[in-house]
């Protein structure tokens, strides 16, 4: 059974509007659905601009019929390219990768299958949770149109409940990154770089 869905946005009707109005849009019409209907489904998704993600791990029919109807009641399609498709994407190749796990620590190949697997499950788990997390904050207006409620809080000065939640996954990981700043204006930014370390714990 399929895993992998690659979605086009519309260039219109109920997807009308920003980047924003068009992933808050395609999270309420198609995904806040799919998990009320299979409260126990593992998922998750991502928006890149003008096409989403969506990581459906179900073997049942009706998931991916619901997945199917949804998607073709919105206008929303499949990009022409089959290679775009990611039909042959598995759960094992997309979070089971060395991306998400240290593959040295495997004894064998044997272990490394097993580890992989493992890995697998627990990441899915994590967006899943993440995406019904974020979901709970995404609300239909009265003009019909969908958007993502901020979360006022003295300790989330964007509005946003994730700051707190990102930090605690910093505190909890001590995952640092680089933030990388540009010298120059939005005609030429081929000036010198600054490269500085981060961390949000």
């Given at each position: 059974m399929r895993y992998s869905y690659v979605l086009m946005y519309p260039s219109s009707g109920s997807f009308d509007g920003d980047a924003n109005s068009k992933?808050?849009?395609?999270?309420?019409?198609?995904?806040?659905?799919?998990?009320?209907?299979?409260?126990?489904?593992?998922?998750?998704t991502t928006d890149y601009g003008d096409r989403v993600r969506l990581r459906v791990f179900s073997q049942e029919e009706?998931?991916?019929?619901?997945?199917?109807?949804?998607?073709?009641?919105?206008?929303?399609?499949?990009?022409?390219?089959?290679?775009?498709?990611?039909?042959?994407?598995?759960?094992?190749s997309d979070l089971g990768s060395d991306r998400f796990l240290d593959w040295t620590i495997a004894c064998d190949a044997d272990d490394l299958q097993i580890r992989r697997q493992q890995r697998a499950m627990l990441t899915l788990r994590f967006l899943c949770a993440t995406v019904r997390l974020y979901l709970d904050d995404v609300i239909k207006k009265e003009?019909?149109?969908?958007?993502?409620?901020?979360?006022?809080?003295?300790?989330?000065?964007?509005?946003?409940?994730?700051?707190?939640?990102?930090?605690?996954?910093?505190?909890?990981?001590?995952?640092?990154?680089?933030?990388?700043?540009?010298?120059?204006?939005?005609?030429?930014?081929?000036?010198?770089?600054?490269?500085?370390r981060c961390r949000l714990w």
């Amino acid at each position: 059974m399929r895993y992998s869905y690659v979605l086009m946005y519309p260039s219109s009707g109920s997807f009308d509007g920003d980047a924003n109005s068009k992933w808050w849009t395609y999270l309420g019409e198609v995904v806040k659905p799919l998990s009320e209907r299979f409260p126990d489904l593992l998922f998750w998704t991502t928006d890149y601009g003008d096409r989403v993600r969506l990581r459906v791990f179900s073997q049942e029919e009706e998931v991916h019929a619901f997945v199917q109807n949804k998607v073709e009641c919105l206008g929303m399609w499949f990009p022409p390219n089959p290679d775009d498709n990611e039909i042959e994407v598995t759960l094992l190749s997309d979070l089971g990768s060395d991306r998400f796990l240290d593959w040295t620590i495997a004894c064998d190949a044997d272990d490394l299958q097993i580890r992989r697997q493992q890995r697998a499950m627990l990441t899915l788990r994590f967006l899943c949770a993440t995406v019904r997390l974020y979901l709970d904050d995404v609300i239909k207006k009265e003009d019909g149109k969908w958007e993502w409620r901020k979360t006022p809080h003295q300790e989330n000065p964007c509005g946003n409940n994730f700051e707190s939640l990102i930090h605690l996954v910093g505190n909890i990981t001590r995952f640092e990154f680089d933030l990388i700043g540009t010298l120059g204006t939005a005609w030429r930014l081929d000036g010198p770089q600054a490269l500085a370390r981060c961390r949000l714990w």
